[in-house]
């Protein structure tokens, strides 16, 4: 069974955007110490290393890695899928994603899931004969992250067929191909000026 797991917390960077190019409405809304809190875990959060693909041992089970960047992971998880010919079932509510940057997602109606990340990767693995153990703790031994990852979680699986399913919603969810970034409808273009 191929397995996918998120490393590191999503929407981090486009948070922090808002955060920079909209703090005086966002304060208005929240309080002042809200937002330096949240600032500060973005802070931390992009300001670790992150797992470079380079750093995954050759023996030890992984399929595929993407980046997770423009677009966020709904975008990561469409790409990694799209390039292996995968079906799909996943749970946004495993995905780690910071408190604050749900909060402020809702405050500009947009999809967290669809925000701009940094320092952020989906990994795919593949069981081997024996079975493993996929809690957190033994995947990140296993494949020998850098002590600079922050959080992990297994959030699907690959299936067989074409779907691509959004399992934890009240009804049946499909992934679809959209790589636009959920920053662009709050600052215009924001996207096409940092990645043209």
Not at 43 to 64: A, F, H
Not at 137 to 159: R, W
């Amino acid at each position: 069974m191929i397995r996918l797991y998120s490393v590191g917390y999503v929407g981090n960077l486009g948070t922090s955007v808002l955060i920079e190019k909209k703090q005086a409405d966002l304060i208005k809304y929240f309080n002042y110490e809200f937002i330096a809190q949240v600032q500060s875990e973005l802070d931390t959060s992009l300001s670790k290393g992150g797992l470079s693909p380079s750093l995954i041992m050759p023996d030890n089970n992984v399929v595929d890695a993407e980046e997770i960047g423009k677009g966020g992971i709904l975008t990561a998880l469409w790409k990694i899928c799209d390039r292996n010919k995968w079906g799909l079932r996943y749970s946004l509510k495993k995905i780690p994603i910071l408190q604050g940057t749900i909060e402020i997602a809702n405050y500009f109606d947009i999809n967290p899931y669809k925000l701009l990340t940094k320092n952020s990767f989906l990994i795919a693995t593949e069981d081997g004969d024996e079975k493993r153990n996929c809690d957190t703790m033994s995947v990140e031994s296993y494949f020998h992250f850098s002590e600079n990852i922050e959080v992990m979680a297994e959030i699907g699986e690959v299936v067989k067929g074409k779907k691509r399913v959004r399992i934890d919603g009240e009804s049946e969810a499909f992934l679809t191909k959209d790589f636009k970034d959920e920053i662009d409808k709050i600052l215009i273009n924001y996207t096409r000026k940092m990645y043209d």
